[in-house]
Each structure stands twice: as structure tokens, then as C-alpha cells.
């Protein structure tokens, strides 16, 4: 048996905004955060095999196989379905910064949730699939449930969220930002007040660029300086502000060609990239809901 999927994507994603509001006994943090797909993906080509061998057929510089989240997520669906015969080479093209708060590793391993479901046959809906991605990180739920997303509790409780269709400059500051370094400082305040979804109707640029703020922003701004200078720098042309727990800083623009006129002047010492606003995860189509 061959069934082959290839440049299956694992798009980005950016928090818009991001409260800490609490802390649950087990140490994890309460959040409330709107979550924006972006146009940049890192993308993954799936080959099934029928020997029971799940396979990373590159490197990946950082991840070694057996921990990446791909990997994982392959185990885990196949160890669910009680299918020990199901096997799959996968290739993982990376284009996402790690440690960016642009959620590539989720991302890659929601992808990976959704293809093999899909491949595999193994029938299992979204609802399932969300449930079975909180097991390797807080952020794949999200990427499971394929729209913009107003997330609270850890991560996983997920209502829709209408945001405004605009580009967004993203600038990569050259560090790795380790998510829990930010979720154990003694900085961090976890006592922002609630918001109601009622807050934000209609999604609008509001949503997109100016409302709320980063919790984690002055903790990861504290302990890496260059965070703190792209702030400062994107902070010219509009509300720039970080993205999850770091590093990566975005801007949102109304058109495309702002974007462009920004990045052009960006110092040659960052990566910087535009992306639009996704409405739709692209494979959201592959599962039942
Ligand atoms: C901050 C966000 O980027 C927002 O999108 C995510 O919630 C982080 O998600 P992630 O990178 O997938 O993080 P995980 O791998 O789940 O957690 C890494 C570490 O961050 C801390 N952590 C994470 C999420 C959360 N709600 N509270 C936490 O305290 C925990 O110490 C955890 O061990
Ligand atoms: N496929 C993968 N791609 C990237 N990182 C992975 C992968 N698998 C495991 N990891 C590990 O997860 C860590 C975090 O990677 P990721 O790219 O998800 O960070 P992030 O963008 O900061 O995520 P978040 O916004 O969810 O905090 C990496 O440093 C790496 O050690």
C-alpha cells in the first residue's frame, strides 16, 4: 500500500493578544488569547507504510526524531487506534522559526494529526483529534480547530473569532525564546482581568492591532534585549507587539504594499516577513466535525 500526500501545510500563527488571568494547582497558567492563522506554513509530505515503522526521512536541525512533535503525534494516533501495522515516512520542511511563539511545532504535528487521521482511515472527528493534540502541546487544539479562535483555559476551550483580513509584518529577532523560561519568571503577572468574547463583536482592526496586550511580552522583552529592540523598531509604523511567549514581534497593516515599504527598511541583523490573515486552516476540510 503507497498513498502519498506531499506539501501538506502547517501554517503560523500569531496571538493578537494574550492575558495570563490565573494559575491552575498543576502550575499550568489560565490564559485568554485571540489566535490568528497566517499565510506562512511550514509544509510535510506523508508516504504510508504497511510494516509499522514511522519514519522522519530528513533532519531537522535541533529536533531529534524521536522528540519531535510529528513523531509523536504519528505514535500517538496510531497507539489510539490500536492499528500497531500502520507506519508512515514523513519529511518535515521547515520554514517556521523554532522558539518564535508562531507555533510551528503544533502546528506541524496538528498537520500530522489530520493527514495520517485522513491517510490511515482512521475515522476519528475533530472534537477527538483536539482532544488527543492537548496531549502535546497547548497550542495544537488550535490548529485542529481550523478558524481564528478566541482561546481560554489552558489553550484548549476554543470559540470562533472573526478578525480583520490584513497582512501582518513579523520580525524574527534571532533568538530562541524557551516557553517555560517565560512562564516561570518571577516577573510574569498572572492577574489580568477577564474579557468577555461580547468585548470584540464583530472582529474588527481593533481586535487585530490594538486591543489588549501580551502578558508575556515584558518578561521575554526582560530577559532578551533583542526582543525588546524589535518591539521598539516595528513599534514606528504601527501597534507592534510579540506573539505567544516570543520571540517573534508583529505589526498588522491594512494592504499589502505598507508591508512591503516596512520590511524594506528593516535591519539586515533580523529575518522579517510579511504574511495575510488566514480565515481557514487549509486542511480543515480533511476531518468530520
Ligand atoms: C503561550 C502560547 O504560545 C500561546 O499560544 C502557548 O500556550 C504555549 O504553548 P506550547 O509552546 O505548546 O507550550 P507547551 O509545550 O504546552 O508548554 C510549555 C511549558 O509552558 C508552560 N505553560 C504552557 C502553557 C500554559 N497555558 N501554561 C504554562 O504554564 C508550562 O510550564 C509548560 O511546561
Ligand atoms: N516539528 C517541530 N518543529 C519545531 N519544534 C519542535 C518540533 N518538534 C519538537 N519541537 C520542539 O518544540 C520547541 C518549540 O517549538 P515551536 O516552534 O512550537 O515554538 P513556538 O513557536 O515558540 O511555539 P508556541 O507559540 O506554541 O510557544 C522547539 O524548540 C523544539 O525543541
Not at 504601527?238 to 508583529?250: D, E, Y
Amino acid at each position: 500500500m503507497t498513498t502519498i500526500l506531499t506539501a501538506c501545510p502547517a501554517p503560523a500563527k500569531l496571538n493578537l493578544f494574550l492575558h495570563v488571568t490565573g494559575r491552575r494547582p498543576d502550575g499550568y497558567h489560565l490564559l485568554q488569547s485571540a489566535f490568528q492563522l497566517i499565510d506562512r506554513c511550514d509544509t510535510l509530505d506523508f508516504a504510508v507504510r504497511d510494516d509499522g515503522r514511522i519514519i522522519r526521512t530528513n533532519e531537522v536541525l535541533g529536533v531529534p526524531a524521536e522528540s519531535d512533535l510529528v513523531i509523536r503525534a504519528a505514535h500517538l494516533l496510531r497507539d489510539a487506534a490500536g492499528r500497531p501495522e500502520l507506519g508512515a515516512d514523513i519529511t518535515v520542511h521547515k520554514v517556521l522559526p523554532m522558539g518564535g511563539g508562531v507555533g510551528g511545532g503544533s502546528s506541524d504535528a496538528a498537520t500530522t494529526l489530520l493527514v495520517l487521521n485522513h491517510l490511515w482511515k482512521c475515522g476519528y472527528n475533530r472534537a477527538s483529534l483536539m482532544e488527543m493534540g492537548l496531549k502535546l502541546g497547548a497550542d495544537v487544539p488550535f490548529f485542529l480547530f481550523g478558524r481564528n479562535a478566541f482561546a481560554e483555559g489552558v489553550g484548549e476551550e476554543l470559540s470562533v473569532l472573526r478578525t480583520a483580513d490584513c497582512w501582518y509584518v513579523v520580525i524574527e529577532p534571532g533568538v530562541s525564546v524557551p516557553t517555560s523560561i517565560i512562564f516561570s519568571s518571577k516577573l510574569l503577572t498572572r492577574d489580568t482581568q477577564p474579557v468577555r468574547i461580547t468585548d470584540f463583536p464583530d472582529a474588527t482592526k481593533q481586535v487585530a492591532s490594538s486591543f489588549g496586550k501580551n502578558d508575556l511580552e515584558m518578561v521575554a522583552t526582560a530577559h532578551f534585549p533583542e526582543v525588546a529592540a524589535a518591539v521598539e523598531w516595528l513599534g514606528k509604523f504601527g501597534n507592534a507587539r510579540m506573539t505567544g511567549s516570543g520571540a517573534c514581534v508583529f505589526c498588522a497593516f491594512e494592504h499589502e504594499h505598507q508591508a512591503d515599504e516596512v520590511l524594506k527598511t528593516l535591519p539586515s541583523r533580523w529575518i522579517g516577513w510579511k504574511a495575510k490573515a488566514m480565515q481557514e486552516h487549509p486542511l480543515a476540510h480533511l476531518v468530520q466535525s
